[in-house]
């Protein structure tokens, strides 16, 4: 694999030329929504092993795994049980991924399936305390549907996307997925849509990568606690990246900008994180004195809330636009 070039997007041009084309390359290799788990360790065997550079199908399930359906009444959400919660489709192993590595992760398609959900859980949410009673609305979508409706006066774009990626984290023992981690986990930002390239840093031989806890829509920090839930399917391609910058938790770009995410306990935590993290790149990458890089992501970087609703855990993003760093 050669060597990582100051941007990711130089290699991407190299290594994924099909997304930038806009194009979606035939899958290699398949899985299918049964095939899943819910949790993140390395102690989950792979379902499937790929060589860097393959482009894999999978179908996903909605957040619930089956609790919450189209025709599900509010019972559905008082008894819902959260230990099924968040299958995730994978893990693949990657073959050449080592820790230290980075693998990208290229988004090619995401399609969206024949339903959708969100609902209010009580003891669940941003704002739990405020909203103890249950709540649910499903949406049914037809091919090519680019709205879900709320009411009768109010639509919502459609933006699907994954809220769960992640690689295994060197640990045996068995994570929860709803919190953001290092290695991804619920991430739940929204701007993670079809043709983005997610930077993760590898962990374990092989990375073990999954995905899943996929949304139609969703703002940024999914404040009830759930985005509009649905099944889906998703193209996407594995690329191990080595010997370039080490990555402490994931990055992400598009043509547009590069972006870096930070979790903590706290917006404060997160959000130094993220600058700390943009500095680094436009130190590393881009060859800015430290100082200057940080005045830089003052006049033109963007803090973003990705989400809050995994209390106490956030996550904080930050986006730098190609227009003024160059593409």
Known sequence: MQRLLPTFLTLLLCLVPSALAQETPAPQYRLTQDQTHNKFSS?????LRVPSGAVVEVQTEEASDGQILADSDLEAVKNLDFEPIHPLTGPIYVEGAAPGDVLAVTL??????AYGWSAVVPGFGFLAEDFPEPYLKTYTFEEGSTVARFNDDITIPLRPFPGVMGVAPAIEEMLSTIP??????????????EGVTVYFPVFVEGALFSIGDTH???????????????????????????????LEEPQYETDDYYAVTAFAETLDEAAKKAVRYMIDYLEEAHGLDRYD?????????????????????????MHMPKDVIGR
């Open 108 to 113: 090619h398609e995401i399609e969206l399936g």
């Open 180 to 193: 953001p981690r290092a290695n991804g986990g619920n991430m739940d930002d929204p701007h993670l849509v």
């Open 43 to 47: 102690a989950i065997p792979p379902v």
């Open 216 to 246: 139609a829509a969703q703002g940024m920090g999914e404040v009830c606690g759930t985005a509009i839930e649905a099944p889906m399917r998703i193209v996407y391609e594995v690329n191990v990246l080595k010997g370039g910058r080490t």
């Open 293 to 317: 890089a940080y005045v830089l992501a003052s006049l033109a970087a963007d803090l973003k809330i990705a989400e809050v609703v995994d209390v106490p855990h956030v996550l904080v993003a």
